[in-house]
């Protein structure tokens, strides 16, 4: 499906109000019968109707069509974060005594979910270096139900080899659940290398505006099926319709603000490189990307996120460099149309920081819809400071 109609045209019923252009915000909790038979129909299958906000709205059925259609998948599911999507996509597909093996440094609150929450109803996690595949499949024990990935990752970019691992994944009746946050459906299609279900937090590239949380998940019919009569329902996390129709506004506009990220990216990128205080630069499409090649293969397309090691010997000089800059924000998340910095040392206690540790020294850059050279100017100036 072409993804200017997708974007454009898809699931939109103009006629079905008063020909509006933008979508109306179907802000209600409940909807209501004229006929018991028609009501009785809505309890026994909530997702085949409207019935109650907390289950199917129309706002929230527009974009949720839109956003399967462009992960080419059978269904979609949106909720009130990328979290929320995560914990329900996972808690969907184990039971006690089942056995996940998850990417490494998987994104914060999966890594909360499978350290902290899982094990308490019994199902244990463990966690592989996923740049090599056959690591996921010599974790692989009877009881392995589920393969947890992230790739690339959103502050070092460490790829898995997708199509590998879902074709071994499926041989043994294992699910495999990959989060596309950083390519977008745009730049990566998980669902057609194999994946079961793909997930992006919508709060960063949908949404763009640093205005909503969201996140999305998408795969087969059956399963967001399985995943809406359970967890979906039961946790109560679905997006709200305001929230919604604001991502519908922000999918408007994907494809130019990915294309602008995208080049400004690149430029950014040949720039930094050649700067003294830079000592290395991770970004998955660059040639000096240990996983260059298999970047290539998988993904169309990359920008935004990249990640410095800054050459330093103290924390104070990664500090004053972060807390010079002028336009650039310093705040977390990612995705917008502002750009952000944000270094590794503010997670790790001062008096453990070690400069010896690459790690210790990286900050990780979001390059948002400014000019260029107005944020390498800005960049330049706290360096040289
Ligand atoms: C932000 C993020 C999430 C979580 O999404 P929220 O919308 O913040 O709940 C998950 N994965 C990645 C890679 C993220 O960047």
């Given amino acids: ?27 209600t909790s409940n909807f209501a019968f004229n006929k018991v038979e028609d009501l009785s129909r809505a309890f026994e299958d909530e997702m085949s109707g409207y019935l ?23 269904d979609a599911l949106v909720f009130n974060s990328g979290a929320a999507a995560i914990f329900a996509a996972v808690l969907a597909n184990v039971k006690a005594g089942d056995h996940i093996v998850s990417v490494k440094n998987p994104y914060t609150w999966a890594w909360k979910m499978f350290d902290q929450v899982l094990p308490r109803f019994g199902v244990t996690t463990t966690y592989v270096d996923g740049t090599d595949a056959n690591n996921f499949f010599t974790a692989t024990r009877p009881e392995t139900r589920l393969y947890y990935l992230e790739s690339p990752n959103s502050w070092t970019y460490e790829l898995q080899d997708l199509p590998v691992i879902a074709d071994y994944a499926k041989a043994h009746q294992i699910v495999t659940i990959v989060d596309n946050s950083y390519c977008t459906p745009l730049y990566q299609q998980p669902i057609a290398m194999g994946i079961d279900i793909s997930l992006q937090s919508a709060t960063k590239f949908i949404s763009g505006h ?31 319709p305001f929230n919604a129709w604001l991502l519908l506004r922000g999918l408007r506009t994907l494809p130019a603000r990915l294309e602008r990220v995208t080049q400004s990216t690149c430029l950014v990128v040949a720039a930094l490189k050649k700067e003294a205080k830079v000592e290395r630069l991770i970004f998955p499409l660059d040639p000096d990307f240990p996983q260059y090649a298999l970047a290539k293969k998988m993904m169309k397309g990359a920008g935004g ?20 800059l002028k336009h650039i924000l310093m705040a977390v998340s990612w995705g917008g149309y502002e750009s952000l910095v944000i270094p590794k040392c503010a997670g790790i206690p001062a008096k453990d920081f070690d400069p010896g540790q690459e790690s210790h020294r990286m900050i990780r850059l979001y390059i948002g819809l400014e000019d260029p050279e107005y944020l390498l100017a800005d960049l330049r100036q706290a360096m040289e400071a």
Avoid: H, W
Avoid at 52 to 74: H, M
Avoid at 210 to 236: H, P, Q, R, T, W
Avoid at 306 to 319: D, P, S
């Fill in 1 to 27: 499906m072409d993804v200017s109609y997708i974007i454009n045209e898809l699931a939109e019923d103009r006629a079905a109000y008063f020909n509006a252009v933008a979508p109306p915000i179907i802000q």
């Fill in 210 to 240: 640093s205005d909503v949380v969201a996140g999305v998940i998408s795969g087969s019919a059956a399963m967001m099926k399985k995943i809406f009569d359970s967890e979906y329902l039961n946790i109560g996390s679905g997006i709200q």
């Fill in 305 to 324: 996120l990249l990640t410095i090691v800054y050459k330093a010997n103290t924390r104070e000089e990664i500090v004053q460099f972060c807390e010079r």
């Fill in 52 to 74: 109650y906000s907390r289950g199917i709205n129309p706002t929230v059925d527009i974009l949720r069509r839109k956003l399967a259609a462009l992960d080419g998948a059978e």
